[in-house]
């Protein structure tokens, strides 16, 4: 038998001269003359050469993750794209392809028509070990692929760097099987975290989009995540499988582009996610149409045609009754009004006339979804109205706002966005242009922001990720009908889980896994495939050192050169700030879409489905506190590390009782503050800047200054706002 040096030097061979040839590819891709007969079609394959050329895996990446031999000794090199020689001859074969399907699902129960299954592990394009499975020889160890093997345990170990990659050189059977999953279906993956939903989900569109490729381009398929960060954090995955051109977006991109950041407080939240909220606003929409006088008279060209209200009114019921977006029932009724128009001897082309634009504007306004909104919450009585028989009238006054006096100048909450895309629907209609939708963590989206993705499938296949266990906010769950309700119901719901969980190491899933009980009782664990290089770090201290203890340990993780998250509740944020300012840590803002940095600062909700080598969580009663479901969010929080885990707490590190009042936090006092005049502004959100306020001054100076500080900060929002006060009363330094 040959020695394992030979053998890896016999492999070496055959991955470099696939690399010879992916080069020459690449090479020609570059170098082929326009053999176009026309300019158009020159330019059209000069694009399809280079995006197959910026699709080709760079020079120095492995050309091939495993070898599959067949019982006929056929063999096969594995690998993210297909390399054929000068002579056509296959040297490597992708991996969405069935032979590369047999390869990850073979297993001593199934061994897909394989002999061996050879996964090698490979630094740049140099092998530098490789492990066999030789079915035959395997009768006792039925314990099947899905567990873990050992080229995934050495993967999993690697660092992290803000980017999520893709894991073709390490796929496992049951995830592939999802993977390939028939297109047909709304599929549910579900799992706890750190099984690979998400992993899962990009590569199944990778093989969808290979597989199906005559019926599904990169354009056809839309990917929605749950914020900015998070997109962020996937977004280079399909490229890196070479599937450019796919829609990736958070769920707050969808609808109308407005301005955002109004808060809101939960019950409007709750209520604006509601479905319930479709029908008021369709409602509301039909309200605006108007009713003619009992005679309209027009002038055209010095002469006067009057139309009766009674005829005017049926073509209005008319178009009201005839179906389609408002906006093209109106173009129905404007074709209507012109042809009573030319019936009583008017202008043939009365469509286009001011009169007849005017008698249309006033029964049947034109308005953009901003604008329509708008005047609906700013409207006690139109509300009320379009409530009837579907809301209260306390819920319908919890909606009412006043609008800003310019629609330029409207600020929106996140809550409105869903609606505005609904309200877009029922004026223009939308085009359900996408054959395939991915969902990520879809367990905590409202109706309203199921619909506004239902809407967009025109053929409801979808893929849907997440977990119940993690499910938290307005909108927590604990079933998935209750988000599969709101989705098309063209094809079969199958709801399919991941078992083993990748990310987490033993030690911390040890300790998160104590919330579950609690947090989500129905919820089976994951099973954990490795250990961690250190127990979690569980650090008490008194409030006021918090925020010094995190910086400390934050720095510690990165001189050790690891990706660094802390995972902070509100409660915390500014003293932790300050305290990151105050010892030269900069740090990356998830909330602002930044993931780049070495360290970032997350909040619970912002942590889902992102994972670093080292996480510090701060101050877990806050955590709870923060959510209704609590435990789930702070279960998240614990969730997200590779490898290192740092507790800091004043309070109970790992709280398992109902939430408690957040140690150390300043009671609200809602008392002295009158409402603002500014629409925009919530007294939450005041009480929320003064407690952030109060952390920050009484953090960075002693009790004895706080005067001084609260007079220099008045003095300098006079300055700002331009405002006069008594001289001498304030001073700067
Ligand atoms: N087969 C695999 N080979 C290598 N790495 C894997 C594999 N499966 C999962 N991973 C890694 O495990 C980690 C967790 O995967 P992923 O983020 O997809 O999990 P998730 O189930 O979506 O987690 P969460 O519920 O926290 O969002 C990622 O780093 C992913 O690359």
Redesign the pocket.
């Known amino acids: 038998m040959e020695s394992k040096a030979a053998e890896i030097a016999a492999e070496q061979q055959h991955f470099d001269l696939a690399r010879k040839h992916r080069e020459r590819i690449r090479a020609e891709l570059g170098e082929a003359p326009d053999a176009a007969a026309n300019p158009g079609a020159g330019r059209w394959l000069a694009n399809f050469r280079r995006n197959r050329r910026d699709n080709l895996a760079a020079p120095e990446q492995q050309v091939a993750v495993g070898r599959a031999d067949l019982d006929d000794d056929e063999r096969y090199y594995i690998g993210r794209e297909t390399i054929l020689d000068d002579q056509r001859q296959v040297l490597v074969v992708n991996w969405q392809s069935d032979l590369g399907r047999r390869y990850f699902e073979a297993s001593p129960d199934d061994p897909q028509g394989l002999s061996l299954k050879r996964t090698f592990t490979v630094e740049a394009n140099r092998i530098v070990d490789f492990a066999d499975l030789v079915f035959a020889q395997l009768v006792e160890a039925i314990e099947a692929l899905d567990g873990p093997d050992g080229a ?1 345990l050495a ?2 170990n690697r660092g ?1 760097t803000g980017a ?2 893709d ?1 073709v ?4 059977a049951a ?1 592939y099987r999802l993977m390939r999953f028939p297109l047909e279906h709304l599929l549910v993956i579900e ?11 990009l590569h199944r569109v990778s093989w969808l989009l290979y597989n199906h490729r005559d019926t599904l381009r990169p354009r056809d398929v839309l990917i929605v995540g749950p914020h900015p960060a998070f997109t962020r954090y996937i977004r280079g995955v399909l490229p890196s499988l070479g599937d450019e051109g796919v829609e990736q977006v958070d769920i707050d991109q969808l609808g109308p582009p407005v301005q955002r950041g109004r808060q809101e407080d939960a019950p409007v939240r709750r209520l604006k996610g509601e479905a319930r909220m479709a029908r008021l606003l369709a409602r509301a929409l039909e309200a605006r149409i108007g009713a003619p006088e009992p005679a309209e008279r027009m002038l055209f060209d010095g002469r006067f045609i009057t139309l009766t209200g009674a005829e005017v009114a049926a073509a209005v019921a008319a178009a009201r009754e005839s179906g389609g977006p408002y906006a093209v029932r109106r173009q129905r009724l404007r074709a209507a009004l012109a042809q009573l128009v030319r019936d009583r001897g008017g202008p043939a082309e009365a469509e286009r006339l001011p009169p007849v634009e005017n008698l249309l504007e006033r029964l049947w306004p034109l308005q953009s979804a901003a604008a329509f909104l708008r005047n609906l919450l700013g409207s006690r009585r139109r509300l009320l109205a379009a409530a009837e028989g579907e809301m209260s009238e306390q819920e319908a006054a919890l909606l009412y706002r006043r609008g800003a006096d310019r629609l330029s100048e409207q600020v929106w909450s996140a809550a409105d966005g869903p609606l505005l895309d609904e309200v877009d629907d029922l004026l223009n209609g939308t085009a359900g242009r996408y054959r395939h939708i991915v969902v ?2 879809v367990q905590d989206l409202s109706p309203m922001q199921l619909r506004a993705i239902a809407r967009r499938s025109s053929t409801g296949s979808m893929t849907i ?3 119940l266990a ?1 499910s938290t906010g307005a909108w927590a769950r604990d079933r998935w009908e209750e988000v599969t309700e709101h989705l098309p119901q063209t094809h079969q719901v199958v709801v399919a889980g ?1 078992r083993y969980g ?2 987490v190491p033993r030690q911390v899933y040890e300790l998160a896994a104590k919330l579950l009980p609690l947090a989500a009782p129905g919820v089976e664990p994951a099973t954990i495939v490795r250990d961690g290089p250190a127990d979690p770090g569980i650090h008490v201290v008194e409030a006021g050192e918090r925020a010094g203890r995190v910086a400390q340990i934050a720095r510690d993780h990165l001189e050790a050169q690891r990706f660094v998250g802390i995972v902070c509740p509100a409660a915390c944020r500014a003293e932790l700030e300050f305290a990151l300012a105050a010892n030269d840590l900069p740090w990356g803002r998830a909330d602002q879409g930044e993931l780049d940095r070495a360290l970032n600062l997350v909040s619970p909700q912002e942590a ?4 670093f080598d080292a996480v510090v969580v701060v101050e877990p009663e806050a955590i709870v506190a923060e959510d209704p479901r609590g435990h789930r969010l702070l279960f ?1 929080a614990l ?2 590390t ?1 490898r290192y885990l740092d507790v800091v707490a004043s309070g109970d590190a790992l709280p398992l009782e109902a939430p408690q009042p957040v140690p150390g936090r300043i009671p609200r006092q809602r008392t002295v503050v009158e409402p603002d005049p500014d629409p925009t502004v919530e007294l939450s959100v005041l009480d929320r800047l003064a407690e952030d306020l109060t952390a920050m001054i009484a953090g960075g100076s002693p009790p004895a200054m706080w005067d001084e500080v609260l007079q220099r900060t008045a003095a300098l929002l006079d300055e700002r706002s331009g405002r006069e006060r008594p001289k001498g009363r304030h001073h700067r330094a």
């Open positions: 995934l993967e999993l992290r999520m990659q894991i050189a390490t796929i496992q995830q799992g706890g975290p750190g099984t690979g939903k998400t992993a899962v989900a990520d963590e990720v997440g977990d993690q991941l990748y990310r889902k489905g992102l994972e998240v969730t997200r590779i």
